[in-house]
């Protein structure tokens, strides 16, 4: 691999890490595996690097890469286990750890919690939501029509609220 694209690699992965690990965290059963995953993303990014043909961004395509790598995981892992993976959502624990009121924190911890019970697909998408990505990025990371996304954001957004509201 030549020396440009070796620093075009290192350098998407240090502007991207910790949103690669928030998404690898939605799949993995603890911090560990998820560091696991996280480095199984990179090893699949890296072996391919040369065949990005820049479609679209190399964040989106990047984000594809992981998802399908944390979606083929997980289904090895339950065909393996025959179990189901509780879910670690790091991006939420980042959160939880600020100063916050006690309120705040608790409504954190049930969102979670629903987050939790999504399926797979609906899981990926509200995970790229949360990270902010545009529903033009998160159409092109799952294939999903751009208008499909923006409707399974309401209707995920909905069943969260729905979720939220049968706990408290």
Same mark, same amino acid.
């Given at each position: 691999?030549?020396?440009?694209?070796?620093?075009?690699?290192?350098?998407?992965?240090?502007?991207?890490?910790?949103?690669?690990?928030?998404?690898?965290?939605?799949?993995?059963?603890?911090?560990?595996?998820?560091?696991?995953? =996280?480095?199984?993303?990179?090893? %699949? /990014?890296?072996?391919?690097? !040369?065949? =990005?043909?820049?479609?679209?961004?190399?964040?989106?395509?990047? =984000?594809?890469?992981?998802?399908? #790598?944390?979606?083929?995981?997980?289904?090895?892992? /339950?065909?393996?286990?025959? %179990?189901?993976?509780? $879910?670690?959502? %790091?991006?939420? +624990? &980042? $959160?939880?750890?600020? !100063? +916050?009121?006690?309120?705040?924190?608790? %409504?954190?911890?049930?969102?979670?919690?629903? /987050?939790?019970?999504?399926?797979? +697909? &609906?899981? +990926?998408? /509200?995970?790229?939501?949360?990270?902010?990505?545009?529903?033009?990025?998160?159409?092109?990371?799952?294939?999903?029509?751009?208008?499909?996304?923006? #409707?399974?954001?309401?209707?995920?957004?909905?069943?969260?609220?729905?979720?939220?509201?049968?706990?408290?």
């Amino acid at each position: 691999m030549s020396k440009e694209l070796e620093n075009r690699f290192l350098t998407a992965v240090e502007n991207n890490q910790h949103k690669l690990l928030r998404i690898c965290s939605v799949y993995a059963k603890d911090t560990e595996e998820s560091k696991d995953l =996280f480095q199984e993303v990179l090893i %699949q /990014i890296w072996k391919s690097m !040369p065949s =990005f043909k820049a479609k679209s961004t190399l964040e989106t395509w990047m =984000f594809r890469i992981a998802l399908n #790598v944390c979606l083929r995981f997980r289904s090895n892992h /339950i065909k393996k286990k025959n %179990q189901f993976i509780s $879910i670690d959502h %790091q991006f939420m +624990a &980042d $959160i939880e750890h600020e !100063p +916050a009121v006690d309120e705040r924190r608790e %409504q954190l911890r049930m969102l979670k919690n629903c /987050i939790k019970k999504l399926n797979d +697909a &609906d899981k +990926a998408v /509200i995970t790229l939501y949360l990270e902010e990505l545009s529903y033009k990025e998160i159409s092109n990371v799952t294939g999903l029509v751009e208008n499909t996304v923006a #409707v399974k954001i309401k209707r995920i957004k909905k069943k969260l609220l729905n979720c939220i509201k049968e706990v408290s």
